[in-house]
């Protein structure tokens, strides 16, 4: 979906303002050691969870989800213009359908760790995506560049592939590598 410049750039200003807000009010209802190495465990499982959905969310969804699909290409015709997801509509779902539910089951620590670490995990794929697209030098895109070189065969290639943005290993887990 277009989006404004305020809209597109939302993420990386709520995100960790959300992530802050979300891990010290876990934290600070943490009782004892044991919940904050739970949290601390939830945190990365998150991170890894959030690695899975990204190559699942990009492959299956953007790529195959016909009324998804259509607006991702809006991505794909334009790679440089503001288009994502509205931040309010990414954190409903993950408030909605992983921080809320997670609570009810299993209790705070663990549901405020997992969904911290997938929203830190978002934030990263967004930040990465950008300077994939947007990077005009410097360190930072040269640190990225291999990145950067896997995510425009994911553009240009007449393959399909190349869905993980932040990480090739679900790539090479389900053979959607392209090389070259």
Do not use: C
């Amino acid at each position: 979906m277009r989006l404004s410049k305020w809209g597109y750039y939302a993420d990386f200003t709520v995100y960790p303002v959300v992530i802050a807000v979300l891990s010290a009010a876990t934290l600070d209802d943490a009782v004892d050691a044991r919940a904050v190495g739970a949290w601390a465990g939830a945190l990365l499982l998150g991170i890894g969870v959030w690695t899975f959905l990204e190559y699942w969310l990009h492959r299956i969804a953007l790529h195959q989800t016909a009324y998804l699909a259509r607006m991702h290409a809006l991505h794909h015709r334009a790679p440089q213009d503001y288009v994502g997801t509205p931040t309010w509509l990414s954190l409903a779902v993950l408030i909605g359908f992983l921080l809320l539910p997670i609570w009810h089951f299993v209790g705070l620590p663990i549901a405020g760790g997992l969904t911290a670490g997938v929203m830190i995990g978002y934030l990263w794929y967004g930040l990465t995506h950008h300077w994939i697209h947007h990077s005009r030098g410097g360190a930072l895109r040269r640190h990225l560049e291999s990145r950067r070189v896997r995510h425009l065969r994911h553009h240009y290639s007449p393959k399909r592939g190349n869905f993980g943005v932040t990480t090739a290993f679900w790539d090479r887990v389900f053979g959607t590598q392209i090389h070259s």
